[in-house]
């Protein structure tokens, strides 16, 4: 009897637990779908979301801010400052553009996406975004360049530098020799004598104040 009793105690067991099991089941089974059919349909991304960063290389300026409050140094800056005759253009903010840059890239693969880097920019230039698929096979690939300067732009660029800069430099020497002509000449022409003042003659009839 025990034995019969153990039995039918183990088949309540399972076909309860069976059930529990299907109860669930087809409760999900009927429920409305919750789940989000990834890559065909994305999640909404939060406004202040820190993602891949973007750069509108045309409002930078060149300051290096960026550069300098970057943790993790994955932003490469190169700048030239240009002749005060070149003209660069200006930013979307009406700011003048006065250096050359000649470099500037991010390497996504370091960045810790801490957003420090978006704050000091004057012109607001760069920003995160809310793109987070950029996954590479090859890591050179993570390296984004976002200037716009071809190699040869780069040497006309620093050919024009050059040329100021000599510019500059003949136009010092040559007003140093200009100062030091006109203190050599000035140093030729001899001092010109001071008159000498005769004393009025005096009175034979004057006599001493007694006093």
Known sequence: ???????????????????????????????????????????????????????????????????????????DIEVMKAPPTESLGETSTGQKKRIYVTKFDIDIAKCCYCGLCVYPCPTECLKMTDVYEFSEYDRSNLIYNFGTMSPSEVETAKIKVKQYDEEQTAKKAAAAAQAAAAKAAAAAVPPTAAPVQNAPPQSLDSTPTQQ
Do not use: W
């Open 1 to 75: 009897m025990t034995a019969l009793t153990t039995y039918f105690n183990d088949i309540y067991r399972s076909v309860s637990s069976t059930m529990t099991g299907m109860r669930i089941t087809f409760k999900q089974m009927i429920s409305p779908t919750v789940t989000i059919q990834y890559p065909h349909v994305k999640m909404k991304m939060p406004d202040r979301v820190r993602n891949r960063l973007f750069m509108n290389f045309d409002d930078c300026i060149g300051c290096e801010l960026c550069a300098k409050a970057c943790p993790v140094d994955c932003i």
